[in-house]
């Protein structure tokens, strides 16, 4: 029997807006793709991965990040990689997603952008089907490469436009700010696409105010640093800009030392609209059920501010108004039924 704090998190229905797909890459998985695409890793065993997951920051993540997406090849494997997420995130009562690829982490090597796209989008068809998870599908550019790779992938992308819903900016942060891709999030909105941008993760608070000027970015991915800047608190909060937060990550990279003072409260009272999301769960210990548990238990949180968050994980989604408000009843309606 699960402890109650655990059963409650668990069953409660939730929205994930910020997940890497090439981050949910567990190393059985890995493996097993490796041998069919008789791919060399540098690890001879699920065990040697990780132990290799233990990152002092976002660098040292990411190099061993790219270095299992290598292994990706066919459309089959972008499938596999997606249903596997799927599956997990259906046992924890996650009923929709809106999850990110990285298209360059793939072309970069070779691989055509139709195999990558091709791959998750059906699984993402096949799990709303089968699972009744609906999704969004997101596109990020990498912030280290140069601004015109991201125009061309924005090319590449528009044979694909229908089945991409917004377009994101992921990868190293320091060094790359928001302005860099300030033209082609332009070209971006242009052609349709909702945009957001991991801001102020490792970052500081003014990526955050040029990923809302220049960009005109929907959501900030992460956004923790906007606690350093009052002005930016009230803007975020005034506007209702939420923030993906991603506890077990921030741990994993020391963007935090400890979860202890992870400031959800402060947040919260601040009016941020903030939500709990896993970002890559195979690297960082847990998918969102366990990011959700990692803070309740050392903040003590109450049923009522976890079931906040979880309705908050809706409100800041890109559902429409009516599919928000009916997942927040639902939301409601299981804090009303839960016993221990
Ligand atoms: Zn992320």
Same mark, same amino acid.
């Given at each position: 029997?699960?402890?109650?704090?655990? @059963?409650? !998190?668990?069953?409660?229905?939730?929205?994930?807006? +910020?997940?890497?797909?090439?981050?949910?890459?567990?190393?059985?998985?890995?493996?097993? $793709?490796?041998?069919?695409?008789?791919?060399?890793?540098?690890?001879?065993? *699920?065990?040697?991965?990780?132990?290799?997951?233990?990152?002092?920051?976002?660098?040292?993540?990411? /190099?061993?990040?790219?270095?299992?997406?290598?292994?990706? $090849?066919?459309?089959?494997?972008?499938?596999?990689?997606?249903?596997?997420?799927?599956?997990? *995130?259906?046992?924890?009562?996650?009923? +929709?997603?809106?999850?990110?690829?990285?298209?360059?982490?793939?072309?970069?090597?070779?691989?055509?952008?139709?195999?990558?796209?091709?791959?998750?989008?059906?699984?993402?068809?096949?799990?709303?089907?089968?699972?009744?998870? %609906?999704? @969004?599908?997101?596109?990020?550019?990498?912030?280290?490469?140069?601004?015109?790779?991201?125009?061309?992938?924005?090319?590449?992308?528009?044979?694909?436009? #229908?089945?991409?819903?917004? $377009?994101?900016?992921? %990868?190293?942060?320091?060094?790359?700010?928001?302005? @860099?891709? #300030?033209?082609?999030?332009?070209?971006?909105?242009?052609?349709?696409?909702?945009?957001?941008?991991?801001?102020?993760?490792?970052?500081?608070?003014?990526?955050?105010?040029?990923?809302?000027?220049?960009? +005109? *970015?929907?959501?900030?991915? +992460?956004?923790?640093?906007?606690? /350093?800047?009052? @002005?930016?608190?009230?803007?975020?909060?005034?506007?209702?800009?939420?923030?993906?937060?991603?506890?077990?990550?921030?741990?994993?990279?020391? *963007?935090?030392?400890?979860?202890?003072?992870?400031?959800?409260?402060?947040?919260?009272?601040?009016?941020?609209?903030?939500? !709990?999301? %896993?970002?890559?769960?195979?690297?960082?210990?847990?998918?969102?059920?366990?990011?959700?548990?990692?803070?309740?238990?050392?903040?003590?949180?109450?049923?009522?501010?976890?079931?906040?968050?979880?309705?908050?994980?809706?409100?800041?989604?890109?559902?429409?108004?009516?599919?928000?408000?009916?997942? $927040?009843?639902?939301?409601?309606?299981?804090?009303? %039924?839960?016993?221990?």
């Amino acid at each position: 029997m699960l402890p109650t704090l655990e @059963k409650f !998190i668990a069953g409660m229905p939730k929205a994930e807006l +910020h997940l890497h797909i090439e981050g949910t890459f567990e190393p059985e998985l890995m493996f097993e $793709i490796a041998r069919r695409n008789k791919r060399k890793i540098r690890f001879n065993s *699920v065990e040697e991965v990780k132990e290799a997951y233990k990152f002092n920051n976002l660098q040292e993540f990411l /190099d061993i990040y790219y270095e299992g997406a290598n292994v990706l $090849i066919e459309e089959r494997d972008f499938y596999d990689l997606t249903w596997a997420y799927l599956q997990k *995130v259906h046992a924890q009562h996650v009923v +929709h997603v809106e999850i990110f690829f990285d298209p360059q982490t793939h072309t970069d090597r070779g691989i055509a952008f139709a195999t990558a796209i091709n791959g998750i989008h059906q699984a993402l068809e096949d799990g709303e089907k089968q699972l009744g998870i %609906s999704f @969004k599908l997101i596109m990020c550019f990498l912030r280290h490469l140069p601004e015109e790779a991201a125009f061309q992938t924005l090319a590449e992308a528009m044979p694909f436009k #229908e089945w991409i819903y917004g $377009i994101g900016l992921d %990868s190293s942060e320091m060094g790359h700010p928001p302005s @860099k891709f #300030e033209r082609v999030f332009e070209k971006a909105r242009q052609e349709g696409f909702v945009v957001m941008a991991h801001a102020g993760e490792e970052g500081p608070a003014e990526y955050i105010w040029e990923a809302l000027n220049l960009l +005109h *970015v929907a959501r900030i991915d +992460h956004g923790n640093r906007c606690l /350093d800047d009052e @002005k930016l608190v009230q803007v975020l909060a005034e506007r209702q800009i939420a923030l993906t937060l991603c506890p077990l990550s921030n741990l994993e990279l020391k *963007v935090v030392q400890t979860l202890d003072g992870y400031p959800i409260q402060q947040m919260l009272d601040n009016d941020l609209l903030i939500t !709990i999301n %896993s970002d890559d769960p195979a690297y960082f210990g847990g998918y969102i059920n366990e990011n959700y548990l990692g803070i309740a238990r050392p903040l003590n949180l109450s049923k009522e501010t976890l079931a906040q968050l979880a309705k908050n994980s809706f409100r800041a989604s890109f559902l429409s108004e009516e599919e928000k408000d009916r997942m $927040i009843a639902k939301v409601d309606a299981y804090c009303a %039924s839960f016993t221990i």
